[in-house]
């Protein structure tokens, strides 16, 4: 009898496990509780896979073998506690994707913020060096569907806490953790240490023979590190000091030192400006060093490094007024990266679906750069109240077009016009590239 795999979920995460589980011979049923994509679903039935859509129908989940969960399902779902209840075992699709990718290696990469640059970065580096890997996770294909599709020798995988929250045996044999900041603590029981835990999980199963690469100059990482029992060879990165193992800036040299290779370049040669990409370089070039890419090709994939779409996307100039794209920019920590790498007046665009934002956080940056804020979301009433003695221009909008319109009236020649929201996007737009997208139409509009 085969065993049988229900997957809550229908995104690229859930169809993805789908078409991995289906391969491998389980009875695989997936349920989405919204409406599939057309895509998915045509994928679904040429598969022969058994979906529904619009609901969860208890009888047909409740007898699963295991539960794969897309990482957007919370644990206060009613659904959720009943699986608990009856002890079902419940797995992460990364979960799933890693039992079965054969001798495939990771490098996984969490964070509350830079992942996606920096695992990118890493990605490009790799390529650039010959490595027959492929960039998977929060960013194009699932991981399961890219071990099933496409498998390759090393995967460089974004991972968001909810993917790791429901991993066991998952194990990156190099682990990068960013940065911690507040976030998404609605999923958290509004706990920190909750969220700080999760995120520690990627090197929960790592051993003495698999690597650590983490932000010393962070402030949650460094306090703590001791917390948990971490097996793996630490190679940290700091702006503070010098280090034998690991990487660091000083003098505006990059020092990278792995068991391989010593890499050295100007920070003046980065492709990708501000301190926060220094960051996410540097943990890119650790990465890519520990496996053994050559430093002349680490250096030349970090001088060549393209941004990315919705993430300091510059946009267009129009009479002198910069555009830049940050829709990327879901929490204050973001946007407060982004304010501080800005050296010309700034018009704010902020709003959207608030995580339980702390705006006291670029409170300084604010008063310090910004000239105007226009808000863009339903309720705006926390930035107002946050903001009200900081800056004399605050209006509010209700769509991107709105919102161009605004911040280029407000605007001068020499300023930048900056949508970097600190918020999710649902309440008026599909998700951030949807935002990003029509803001970007609406600037070639003006």
Not at 43 to 61: D, F, P, S, V
Not at 353 to 381: F, H, M, P, Q, W
Request: proline fraction near 2%; aromatic fraction near 8%.
């Amino acid at each position: 009898m085969n065993k049988r795999m229900v997957i809550l979920g229908g995104g690229e995460s859930g169809v993805g496990a789908a078409i991995l589980a289906k391969m491998h011979g389980y009875e695989v049923f997936v349920s989405e509780g919204g409406s599939l994509k057309s895509v998915y679903k045509q994928e679904l039935e040429e598969k022969g896979i058994a979906y529904e859509e619009g609901r969860h129908t208890a009888e047909k989940i409740m007898n699963a073998d295991e539960i794969t969960k897309s990482p957007g399902i919370p644990e206060k779902n009613e659904l959720m506690k009943k699986i608990r209840e009856k002890g079902i075992s419940v797995i992460s699709e990364i979960e799933l994707a890693y039992r079965h990718k054969g001798n495939g290696k990771i490098i996984g990469i969490t964070g509350s913020n830079g992942k996606t640059t920096t695992a990118t970065m890493t990605y490009r580096i790799c390529r650039h060096g010959g490595l027959d890997c492929a960039l998977a996770g929060n960013i194009g294909y699932s991981f399961a569907r890219q071990v099933a599709v496409d498998p390759k020798a090393w995967y460089i995988i974004e991972i968001s806490s909810f993917q790791l929250d429901d991993i066991k045996t998952f194990r990156p044999e190099i682990a990068i953790l960013t940065n911690i900041t507040e976030d998404h603590l609605d999923r958290y029981e509004y706990k920190f240490e909750n969220y700080i835990s999760s995120k520690f999980r990627i090197v929960m199963n790592q051993t003495d023979k698999d690597y650590f690469i983490y932000c010393e100059d962070d402030p949650v990482i460094k306090k703590y590190l001791s917390h948990y029992s971490i097996h793996s060879n630490p190679l940290p990165f700091t702006m503070q000091h010098e280090l034998n193992k690991g990487g660091f800036i000083k003098n505006g040299q990059m020092v990278i030192q792995t068991a391989s290779e010593k890499v050295e370049m100007s920070i003046y040669d980065f492709a990708l400006k501000g301190i926060h990409n220094q960051y996410n370089t540097m943990a890119a070039g650790i990465a890519a060093a520990t496996v053994g890419i050559r430093k002349e090709k680490i250096r030349e994939a970090i001088q060549s490094f393209e941004t990315l779409e919705h993430r300091m996307e510059y946009v267009s100039t129009v009479r002198g007024v910069e555009f830049i794209n940050d829709s990327k920019a879901t929490n204050v920590n973001s946007t407060w990266y982004r304010l501080e790498s800005m050296n010309k007046p700034v018009i704010l665009i902020l709003g959207g679906v608030d995580k339980g934002n702390d705006y006291s956080l670029i409170r300084e940056l604010v008063k310090e750069k910004v000239k105007a804020i226009v808000c863009l979301g339903t309720d705006n009433r926390k930035i107002h109240e946050a903001f009200q003695n900081d800056v004399s221009v605050m209006v509010n909008t209700g769509s991107a077009e709105e919102a161009v319109k605004a911040s280029f009236h407000f605007a001068n020649k020499g300023d930048v016009v900056l949508l970097s929201p600190a918020c999710a996007s649902f309440d008026l737009f599909k998700n951030y590239e949807d935002r990003g997208k029509q803001f970007k139409e609406a600037v070639k509009d003006l």
